[in-house]
Nanobody
Framework: QVQLVESGGGLVQAGGSLRLSCAASGRTFSSYSMAWFRQAPGKEREFVAAISWGGVVTYYADSVKGRFTISRDNAKNTVYLQMNSLEPEDTAVYYC???????????????????WGQGTQVTVSS
């Protein structure tokens, strides 16, 4: 059974930084792409960033390019999201996501992902 557990959220002032972590279990982590999504109150869940199984290929939403960095440590079964220069518009619940199919480069479509974590709240104050 695949489990994804996010951590690292919190309250930060605009311009600050946070690093989110997502610990995965239940299968061979290094065989699967991973992604981060977010959902703000009253809005649809939206794509943030994705990374291929080996960490070579990454994709970002235009709204976070140059500020956020996705990375992974396959030895620790963990994917990270380093968030710098945070803005109030980044306030949301952040979710980790994983696809069912291995060795598949995934991008920003929610339908590409089959497993989701419970989310971690990020609040950026102005």
């Amino acid at each position: 059974q695949v489990q994804l557990v996010e951590s690292g959220g919190g309250l930060v002032q605009a311009g600050g930084s946070l690093r989110l972590s997502c610990a995965a279990s239940g299968r061979t982590f290094s065989s699967y792409s991973m992604a981060w999504f977010r959902q703000a109150p009253g809005k649809e869940r939206e794509f943030v960033a994705a990374i291929s199984w080996g960490g070579v290929v990454t994709y970002y939403a235009d709204s976070v390019k140059g500020r956020f960095t996705i990375s992974r440590d396959n030895a620790k079964n963990t994917v990270y999201l380093q968030m710098n220069s945070l803005e109030p518009e980044d306030t949301a619940v952040y979710y980790c996501a994983a696809p069912r199919i291995p060795y598949r480069v995934t991008r920003g479509e929610r339908t590409e992902y089959d497993y989701w974590g419970q989310g971690t709240q990020v609040t950026v104050s102005s």
